[in-house]
């Protein structure tokens, strides 16, 4: 990212906020203390220093990390837990690489759901038509990228939060390798299953606040002219789009078929509906953060919520324990499956953003619940702790189908760099 004017870039950024705030994306937009910010990095690149990749870019941040001199709701009109640091790890590190904190973006209520939607801060809306979800949980995250506010947000990712919003958003969202992004001063809501990872334009904003988000130096490798195999879950997916998806998703299989991919059938079914056996008792780390509140104040949660909570905290140890033994299991099995392709290619959601208060889909196998269709998808991969990337691959209508690219743990630069190649095919 070449030098430029971060006082500029941050006034385009709040007056794009002020353009779009009916979309409902702030928690909190600290427009002040931005502008402070930028002229800071201005007179730094004047004086030739230069803090980072992230010099002077504005950044936008998930209502569940703590930002310095900003409040921390997570979406709730319940009590939060008190945290610590009082600014995240990861937020520090953004802010030590040049980025310009612009705020905190709105989120389904303490980062449980799928939608978009939350009775206490109200629906975050799709910038590409109002009338539809943004998906959830990192709903704000996605939603400021996709409406131009500033080029990077911070989200987080339990079963699909980063890759659900990205992809009905139109944008790139990348879930690193479970642990490898600090999650500390952030609040988690299955701390077993929780990550931390950008929402950007492109990959390759995507690799260059990865690189920041993680210490690592960057290892982007041009994969041009080389033909990568790709594991299909031909089995896994049938019965489980929309039928408009189904097309595209198709057609684009025949475009990777045509002499750009080698396509294998990869049969890792059994894998994935066994992470479901994982998810419910792990839930309970939800119970458990917030306890206090669930029983001082339970009619501050929403109903859903409320029920989800109480659920957790019906778990049993011997159940909660032997879940953590199966999620270590599932984690190798999926290493030791994934190491005869270059990743697994699937899509990020089985249909395109649904208007809001939807609470069901039609998919080819007949109708379900939008959540449970949803998660279909992208729960596995939180679960096993896989780097996964959604870009966006194709669109219906005007609006957008996203692209999941899948691989080992620990192959975060390979899953970049697979996303790269596919980006520009």
Known sequence: MTQSNSTQRVEQALERAVEVADLNLFAYLDAENALVQAAQLDRETAQGQWRGPLHGLPVTIKDLFNVLGMPTRAGAKAKMPPLQPTEATAVARLRAAGAVILGKTNMVEIALGITGENPWTGDVKNPLDPTRQTGGSSSGSAAAVAAGIGTLSLGTDTAGSIRIPSALCGVVGFKPTFGVVPLDGALPLCWSCDHAGPITRTVNEAAMMFEVLAKQPPKLTKLNGTKLRFGVPYHY????????????????????????????????????????????????????????????????????????????????????????????????????????????????????????????????????????GFMHLARPFSLLGLPTLSIPFAKIGALPVGLQIVTPTGTDWHTLSIGQRLEEI
């Not at 499956?337 to 809001?356: G, H, K």
């Open 237 to 372: 997916l049938e019965g489980a789009l929309s039928d408009e998806v189904r097309q595209v998703w198709e057609q684009f299989l025949q475009t990777l078929s045509a002499g750009r991919a080698t396509l294998v059938a990869m049969d890792m079914d059994d894998i994935f509906k066994r992470t479901i056996d994982v998810f419910v008792p792990l839930r309970a780390e939800s119970s458990i953060t917030h306890r206090h509140a669930l029983a001082s104040e339970p009619v501050h949660f929403s109903p859903f919520v409320h029920s989800e909570l109480e659920r957790g905290m019906r778990v049993t140890a011997v159940d909660y324990l032997d879940a953590l033994a199966l999620q270590k299991q599932l984690r190798s099995e999926a290493d030791l499956a994934l190491r005869n392709v270059d990743a697994l290619i699937l899509p990020a959601t089985p249909t395109i953003a649904q208007p809001r208060g939807s609470t069901e889909i039609t998919l080819e196998s007949g109708r379900t619940t939008l959540r449970a």
